[in-house]
């Protein structure tokens, strides 16, 4: 297993592996002139913290009964976690080349049983979370030490079935299940409290019964800090609610909503590299 959840994070290496990430997804998003760049850029920072320091996972033996579980639910941030798995080696690097293309394995949302290191099938918001329940539950029945992490949009919270998913993971005292909410604050057209009432979100999860935290979630460090200590005690599931900003990392992107579709061009590519320190 490659978790280093013991030691201290080298935050310094972690922003910088955010930032290969973030330049990575760039690139698959012009060469597939495909959407949710701003997305996927919200939430590298999580996907970092996860892989790079708290998920006890091995590429190697990507099908290990006792490994941890990451789903991301929010499906169409696809790109983020396949440039993620290719970097961590759980399929080589050349196969990002192929995302959105004709016949290739690397769909715009994540298939199920076909790539190493996608743990279920999703895009159709609201289904992370209740997998990753089932997940929990199976590991409790069966005796197996693993965690399950599940990644949110804000914009997921909108559905039924993450709620009643909520009360289930409270009810049955699931405390090794943790949902981190990429909180970036827009749907596809608007503001996501001008879509529905999120606010207020920590709230509204410690009332469903969970041990809830907000946080920055830009901040490596304290992300990693509160992943890896779950179980943490409480007794209860966890909930992060990270705020992000959408577009992160790259000036002419963050919190503009119109990179929810849009691709960038050769000349954009070549500026958000330079804005993250890639050239």
């Known amino acids: 297993m490659s978790a280093n ?3 201290a994070p080298n935050i310094a290496d972690l922003k910088s592996q955010a930032a290969r990430l973030r330049g990575k997804v760039i690139e698959m998003s012009h060469a597939a002139k495909a959407a949710h760049l701003a997305s996927s850029l919200s939430c590298c920072d999580i996907l970092t913290a996860a892989y790079w320091h708290v998920l006890n996972i091995d590429p190697a033996n990507s099908a290990d009964p006792l490994r941890d579980r990451f789903i991301l639910s929010k499906g169409h941030a696809a790109a983020a976690l396949y440039a993620t798995l290719a970097m961590k080696g759980f399929f080589p690097l050349e196969k990002l080349e192929s995302f959105c293309m004709d016949g290739g394995e690397l769909a715009e949302h994540p298939p199920a049983n076909i790539l190493a290191g996608v743990e279920a099938a999703t895009g159709s918001l609201g289904h992370g979370l209740p997998i990753g329940c089932g997940m929990a539950m199976a590991g409790r029945i069966k005796g197996e030490d693993f965690r399950v992490f599940a990644l949110l949009s804000d914009g997921e919270c909108n559905e039924g079935s993450v709620w009643e998913a909520a009360m289930f993971a409270a009810g049955n005292s699931l405390e090794k299940i943790c949902v ?4 970036n604050k827009w749907q596809a057209t608007a503001r996501s409290n001008d879509t529905l009432m999120l606010s207020p979100l920590k709230d509204k999860w410690a009332a469903a019964g969970w041990d809830a935290h907000e ?6 460090g304290a992300l990693v800090e509160l992943m890896s200590a779950v179980p943490n005690g409480s007794g209860k599931p966890v909930a992060i609610i990270a705020n992000t ?7 002419f992107m963050e919190d503009d909503n119109n990179w929810h579709y849009r691709a960038p061009t050769a000349e954009e590519v070549s500026a958000a590299h330079e804005e993250l320190g890639l050239k």
């Open 215 to 220: 946080i920055d979630g830009h901040d490596i």
């Open 245 to 251: 900003v959408k577009g992160k990392g790259v000036s």
């Open 180 to 183: 981190v909410i990429d909180y």
């Open 5 to 7: 959840k013991t030691a």
